[in-house]
């Protein structure tokens, strides 16, 4: 084994050569830092000269040097990518070679990463042997490497299967030591519960890590992650169902929550009607939901069941909120004692006709003046189904907004002088219509051949960056033209502006021309 291909590990490990052409006694510091993360990495070798069918099995690893220079102690974190299940056989056969283990201790390592795709089609079609061969990788793992408590199971395919028995034998020994866990695909267990002090949580759900959440303390966690959430999940899968308050959930550590909810189970792993179950016993005796210290929420998706899955207690104060691709009802934050939000990020993707009146009502709500948005709020609209009506749109405290579908020149001006504090507004396609030549007919006009100078009137505004990507206009093309320059000189707060086509517009000659006499144009830099 050598490294020869550039993986992702190789590369970010090469990355860290220079620090061992010091002097002598930093290289002794800095052999703890280029050591201290361990690879390897399947791949496949194609001899051409041979034909394009021909491959072999080889592997990237700085394993053999570590072994050879004998740094193994200094190693801490253990990464194993065997992305086929071509790779496992020759691997697990080179393995007590490669880490040499009669000769060197890699009883520091504390951190194990294992990704693997056990979907692929076997070309002996031996699942039991690939199976035995893997839990004897897990074997020596735990035989040699006793303080691992920190743990990435990862593995592809849908549904993604990693070996139970690797799965079962490593959280079998580590779940009372671990402090950090990621899992992806299924996972086999046989262990009563997790240490205390698992603190880091990432789950994908399906059939088999449903039953891992009564097994973790929901008071020690600081972050949890879950993936492929389906619409029924409610918090009571963490829930122990006995002890005193057993409809109530302290998550009283957490710091960061991540849902990613799904419109379609895994597979057929799911069972529906244990979910239909927990929801309709939480709709009789709905839960308690704490997150009195969370910082950061993101959620991702529409969960159907909203008023199920965030019955919960949010603290008054919060660092980030990121709410991706749809948006929950009103009411689920609307009755949480949340009332500041530093950093607030949405994205409403492909909102119906018939939610526009939910769609109005939770914008306003963490737009409005109900949450204070102590540095930056943006939201994006990407293909919904309703123009904005801006008669309904009270969003005071909104920073950056993108919108991916069309807008009338008259929306940009309301846009541009009814945000208070909007300072980037980004437009997919810009309309114009009859009204847009009216509205500068009855503004000021612009005599460019005698530089006769207006008084305009500047605008109230924050606007500092526009972007718009692509133009629409029924007849006159010159009305595009003096719209943008009625445009150029009301908004004195602009810095950058990019119009596709503004060259070709004469809309930078006529910043450059006209700067001398509206100062404001001096800063502004146009492209497109």
């Not at 990704?115 to 893997?134: A, L, P």
């Not at 993604?160 to 028995?165: C, D, E, K, Q, T």
């Not at 980037?424 to 007919?441: C, K, M, N, P, T």
């Not at 990507?469 to 990019?498: G, I, N, W």
């Amino acid at each position: 084994m050598a490294i020869e291909s550039l993986g992702e590990e190789t590369y970010r490990w090469k990355n860290k050569f220079p620090l061992l052409a010091v002097c002598s006694e930093w290289r002794q510091v800095a052999l703890r830092i280029v050591y201290r993360d361990a690879f390897v990495e399947g791949s496949l070798q194609y001899n051409m000269k041979i034909g394009p069918e021909a491959q072999k099995v080889d592997f990237s690893t700085n394993i053999d040097l570590i072994t050879a220079l004998g740094v193994s102690r200094h190693v801490r974190n253990l990464s194993i990518c065997l992305e086929e299940s071509r790779f496992i056989q020759p691997f697990v056969k080179e393995m007590p070679l490669l880490f040499a283990f009669e000769n060197n201790k890699w009883n520091k390592v504390e951190s194990l990463s294992l990704n693997m795709y056990k979907g692929f089609i076997r070309n002996n079609g031996d699942s039991k042997q690939d199976d035995t061969e893997i839990e004897t990788m897990a074997d020596m793992i735990i035989e040699h490497m006793p303080k691992v408590s920190k743990i990435r199971l990862d593995s592809g395919g849908e549904p993604a299967i990693l070996a139970a028995g690797v799965k079962s034998k490593l959280l079998s020994r580590y779940a009372s030591q671990l402090t950090y866990l990621t899992s992806g695909g299924s996972v086999a267990h046989d262990f009563n519960h997790f240490s205390d002090e698992l603190t880091h949580l990432e789950l994908r759900i399906n059939h088999s890590s449903l039953p891992l959440m009564p097994k973790v303390n929901p008071r020690a966690l600081q972050k949890v992650v879950l993936t492929n959430i389906p619409s029924h999940f409610s918090w009571s899968h963490f829930a122990t169902k006995s002890g005193e308050h057993a409809n109530e959930l302290d998550f009283s550590n957490l710091r960061i929550l991540q849902m990613f909810y799904t419109g379609m189970p895994e597979g057929t792993e799911l069972n529906h009607s244990a979910f239909d179950a927990n929801r309709l016993e939480q709709s009789r005796n709905p839960y308690a939901v704490r997150f009195p210290k969370l910082q950061e929420l993101g959620i991702t998706s529409y969960p159907p069941d909203a008023q199920l899955s965030f019955v919960a207690e949010y603290p008054k104060r919060m660092r980030k909120v990121t709410l991706r691709y749809s948006f929950l009802p009103p009411s689920v934050f609307a009755t949480s004692k949340i009332s500041e939000i530093s950093i607030l990020d949405m994205t409403v993707y492909y909102a119906q006709l018939d939610e526009s009146s939910e769609f109005y009502a939770l914008t306003n709500h963490l737009l409005g003046s109900s949450i204070n948005i102590k540095n930056r709020s943006s939201l994006m609209l990407s293909y919904d189904d309703f123009d904005l009506d801006m008669s309904q749109c009270k969003w005071n405290n909104i920073t950056v907004l993108r919108v991916m579908s069309q807008v009338s020149y008259e929306t940009l001006e309301t846009l541009v002088r009814q945000m208070p504090h909007l300072e980037r507004l980004s437009i997919y396609e810009l309309a114009f219509g009859e009204h847009s030549w009216q509205r500068v007919a009855e503004d000021v006009s612009l005599d460019l051949e005698d530089h006769v100078m207006q008084q305009v009137t500047p605008w109230k505004t924050t606007v500092e960056h526009l972007d718009v990507l692509s133009l629409a206009y029924e007849s006159c093309p010159d009305t595009v033209v003096l719209c943008f320059k009625r445009f150029l000189l009301h908004v004195t707060t602009l810095c950058t502006v990019q119009i596709n086509g503004c060259r070709a517009m004469g809309l930078g000659d006529f910043v450059d021309e006209f700067a001398p006499h509206y100062p404001h144009l001096s800063r502004v830099l146009m492209s497109g």
